[in-house]
């Protein structure tokens, strides 16, 4: 008991002192002196043999409810800046051609040995791509302030998978009838009075089992929150950016007139979307992609969110156990083959809409298991025997001839790269989704170091082999990489496209 006392008295009074000087002291080292205090009190706790959960949770709690509460008194009283936005971010525009070449390889031919140098084409400086980092919120387990059984249920599907999620009833909001920092700042307030701490910990349960990435991630919190709130617009993007704040993610939120644009950073370029550049990171309007208003936006930062979302896919996503099989057949040096692969069709509602970023994304994509096995079961038999070049050439057939080609534009009206399960789900594909599948295979199967190039209009890619072999190449931190074209219909390793023997070319690592 005396020990309770004592924590519930320093809390007390470390929130009456934090009160008084939070109108002089600067945000930021106000909720640093917070983190710190929370973190010695819960390493006492812990190192306690006689602590119970329920005492961490306390504090835990009480920690949270200041930060709050402070974050909302910034919101309301701090004086919000309006921003501009800068050009968006657009993408190779060079057309690419509408029918792909051929070439006829003879065994006798000698091939060019010709250096392509490589240079940055990026509108953007790139950014340093960060580990995973699962939300801290989930460290400290906390329960519901009912009993579990007396909570409703959120019932929805995504990615095909039905998920129930026990939530506060009282969540629902009544209409905005305007847009203002007030009622920003009111908002939050409102929402950290509820019970969101056990609602968000079910959420972030889900997201790990589900092995989410942040993009999919983000896609979860607003399909809830569309739910939640009936599908209002202003309301589910306020209850995402709170609900990704409370995760950890480094948001905000803007709004012009009767509007609210959720602001998203990220450690890669997003093309074609409206971005500000807010303390040189650069926040991407996800709802209204072409907007090309000022907005108004707080400048100091909610102290727990400090995670920059990762578009990268690490981890394939846990997604409904569906199955779709296709039959691929190509001719290679005068013989048909084969090659049956399966795919989950379910992953394609997560790619559909993925916002267009670097190529270095699609190219470290990692694929779901049942396309793994069958590319591995169909192909790695067809391999035996072979040496490398045998081995690269004969993958670079399969793909340059086992699919139809058609441009982005030709196909979807937009550039939409694709993740390796799309080149197998859609009937035609082009250069950069014929190369993100091809280097795939090559590191998958054959275990060789693939780069991507980047050419004005074109992808290709370009191999390490472990012998010296003759051919275009392209050297990259002082190695030899083959050109390999899996758009240029009948080349072999280390054949370029006549057109792009003497262009420049960025080469894009991928890491694996």
């Known amino acids: 008991m005396k020990k309770n006392a004592s924590h519930l008295f320093c809390l007390f009074f470390f ?8 109108a002089q002291v600067n945000p930021t080292n106000l909720f640093d002196e917070q983190r710190k ?30 930060q709050d509460k402070d974050f909302s008194k910034l919101l309301k009283d701090q004086k919000w800046k309006l921003v501009k936005p800068d050009s968006n971010a657009i993408e190779d525009t060079k057309p690419k051609p509408n029918k792909i070449p051929n070439v006829e390889i003879k065994k006798e031919e000698k091939r060019n040995n010709i250096e392509i140098q490589t240079i940055p084409r990026q509108e953007l400086p ?19 302030e009912k009993q579990r059984k007396e909570l409703p249920k959120l019932s929805l599907k995504y990615l095909d998978i039905n998920v129930q999620i026990p939530y506060p009833d009282n969540f629902k909001i009544d209409k905005l009838k305007n847009i203002n920092q007030k009622v920003i700042a009111q908002y939050w307030e409102v929402m950290t009075e509820k019970d969101y701490l056990y609602f968000l910990q079910q959420i972030i349960k889900l997201r790990v089992e589900m092995q ?5 991630y983000y896609r979860f919190l607003e399909d809830i929150g569309k739910q939640i709130m009936e599908k209002d617009k202003n309301l589910t993007t306020l209850f995402t950016w709170f609900m990704l704040l409370q995760s950890g993610y480094n948001v905000k939120i803007g709004f012009e007139a009767d509007n609210l644009y959720l602001l998203y950073p990220a450690q890669t370029t997003i093309f074609r979307n409206t971005y500000y550049r807010i303390d040189k990171q650069p926040f991407y309007v996800l709802n209204a992609p072409k907007a090309q208003m000022q907005v108004n936006i707080y400048e100091n930062n909610f102290p727990e969110a400090k995670l920059i979302p990762n578009l990268s896919i690490k981890k394939e996503p846990k997604v409904s156990s569906e199955v779709n099989t296709k039959t691929l ?43 793994v096995n069958s590319l591995e079961k169909s192909l790695k038999e067809l391999l035996k025997g072979k040496n490398e070049w045998e081995s690269v050439n004969f993958l670079l057939a399969f793909v340059q001839k086992s699919f139809q080609y058609k441009t982005d534009q030709e196909q979807f ?33 054959l275990g060789l170091e693939v780069v991507g190039l980047d050419y004005p209009g074109h992808i290709a890619t370009a191999v390490k082999f472990t012998q010296e072999l003759n051919g275009d190449f392209v050297m990259h931190n002082e190695k030899k990489y083959l050109i390999c074209d899996p758009t240029y219909i009948g080349a072999f390793a280390g054949e370029a496209m006549t057109d792009l023997k003497n262009v420049k070319a960025q080469v894009i690592e991928i890491v694996r």
């Open 212 to 216: 989410l990435n942040d993009w999919a």
């Open 37 to 66: 205090k929370f973190e010695e009190m819960l390493n006492k706790q812990r190192k306690d043999m006689n602590n119970t959960k329920k005492e961490q949770q306390k504090i835990f709690k009480e920690f949270r409810k200041l």
């Open 329 to 371: 057949k190509f001719r290679h040096l005068s013989k048909e083959y084969a090659v049956d692969v399966a795919y989950n069709p379910t992953i394609i509602q997560l790619y559909q809409n993925y916002p267009l970023t670097d190529m270095r994304i699609y190219f470290e994509g990692k694929p779901t298991e049942m396309v």
């Open 126 to 144: 790139p950014m340093p791509i960060l580990p995973y980092t699962t939300p801290t919120i989930i460290s400290v387990m906390v329960t519901p």
């Open 413 to 445: 009206g937009i550039e939409k790269p694709f993740f390796i399960e799309e080149i197998l789900h859609y009937p035609f594909s082009d250069c950069e989704d014929r190369s993100v599948f091809f280097a795939y295979l090559v590191d998958k199967l």
């Open 15 to 22: 929130t009456l002192i934090t009160s008084t000087l939070s």
